[in-house]
Structures are given as C-alpha cells and as structure tokens.
C-alpha cells in the first residue's frame, strides 16, 4: 500500500507562486504515473498534470505554460510548480500514483487558495 503526504498549499494572491510536493512511501516499486488531480467546489476532479517514469507529462489547457510538474524517482516524490496562480485553480489538490498494473493510490489533498 502506497502512502502519498503532500504539503505546500496555502493562500496566496493572484499572480502569484507555489509549490506542492508530495512523497510516496511504502510499497513505491512499480510506480509509472504520478501527477496532480484538483477538485473545486461542486466540479469533478480533473486531472491537472502527470508526469512517468521516463519524464513525459500531460497538462491540462488550463494550466498549460503556468505549471511545471516534475519527479525524483529516487527519492518517491513529485513536485508541482504553480506560478501565474489565478483564483480559478483554487480547489483542493490530490496526488495520484499509479502502478504498472493499474493500481492507483490518492494523497488526503491539500487546498489551494487563490484570492483576487
């Protein structure tokens, strides 16, 4: 079982930077995605970056040129970079792993608030 701690969010204003992490323990052996999901208040969780193993990632349109997500497979943690923040990613924000064999895990989320 997979145990995934994210730290980083908070409140910050509009134009503004932050910086989630989260670490992955116990059992990470066969990790091939890890990204970020993020929820906002009556929305779907959406999918908002993933990175593999090998470095390729996906972005959602929305944050394209304005988040950076990136990995340390050494050490089980992924990091998502959120600059040029607007009030319009606030929303709870979740890491996600998954396994080769499909097998997925979620982090308890950390909320992420924009102000305007």
């Known amino acids: 079982q997979v145990q995934l701690v994210e730290s980083g969010g908070g409140l910050v204003q509009a134009g503004g930077s932050l910086r989630l992490s989260c670490l992955a323990s116990k059992s990470i052996s066969g990790i091939v995605h890890m990204g970020w999901y993020r929820q906002a208040p009556g929305n779907q969780r959406e999918l908002v970056a993933r990175?593999?193993?090998?470095?390729?990632?996906n972005y959602a349109d929305s944050v394209k040129g304005r988040f950076t997500i990136s990995r340390d497979n050494a050490n089980g943690t992924v990091y998502l970079q959120m600059n040029s923040l607007k009030p319009e990613d606030t929303a709870v924000y979740y890491c996600?792993?998954?396994?080769?064999?499909?097998?997925?895990?979620w982090g308890q989320g950390t909320q992420v608030t924009v102000s305007s």
């Open positions: 996600n792993v998954r396994k080769y064999w499909g097998a997925e895990y």
């Open positions: 990175i593999t193993t090998g470095g390729i990632t």
